[in-house]
């Protein structure tokens, strides 16, 4: 896969740990430019230095999806530096679980800020761009929780359900010249819980992901698996978890 992705550009969202981290070490390891957007500076300079010490490029942005205008920066800082945009890969999400009937309307905001909001305004960013150039690839990370539903999951699982329909639904619009693809990761061995405000959930989730969570290269993998085809295929969906997953 090195061959079809040496020289793609490719931004990543919510790359400064987890998932994204992995994306974006892996992705320019195989030879793509990436372009890295998060809040946390202190993390992608040192993601970004890793890259670069193995002869990977990379180059970061202070990202707040949550803001458009970050996000429309972050695009743009891809196009000036390198003339073009092949993926961006809206990676940044949050989870909090609680019950509905706990009325978390805060956690909620957020949830639906970032894991919508945020991945809406990723590909409005990148939509104007990817017409004009007559080719793109939008890729979303989605979640199994709105494959298998659960209790304490109903609002997070609902964004992530939320962004699976648009997914598809963009894909039935487009003539075909931009691609788009929705990967499902289940348990992923991140520090994905540590923002969880309720204690006992946050306890459950890290116990399943240091006990049966798979590496995130194997996301990492996926991506590229799915950016690789030829022009004509669009790999639609992706489901990747623990083979013991429920």
Known sequence: MQ???KGKVIVITGASCGIGKTIAITLAKNGAKVVLGARRTKEL????EKIRNEEGEAIFLKTDVKNKTDLIKLVNTAIEIHGKLDVIVNN????QLS????????GWEEMIDINLKGVLYGMAATIPFFKKQQSGHIINIISTAGIQLRPMLGVYAGTKNAVRTISEVFRQESDGT???????????????AQNIKNKQMKI?????MDQFGIDPEAIANAIMY???????VEIGDIVIR???QN
């Open 3 to 5: 061959n079809e992705l």
């Open 45 to 48: 300079e040192q993601i970004v």
């Open 92 to 95: 940044a999400g949050i989870c």
């Open 99 to 106: 019950r509905i009937d706990d009325l978390d309307t805060e």
């Open 178 to 192: 931009i691609r788009i693809t929705g990967i499902s990761p289940g348990f992923v061995k991140t520090n994905f």
């Open 204 to 208: 459950a989730i890290s116990n399943n």
């Open 226 to 232: 799915a950016i690789s085809q030829p022009k004509d």
């Open 242 to 244: 623990p083979s013991v």
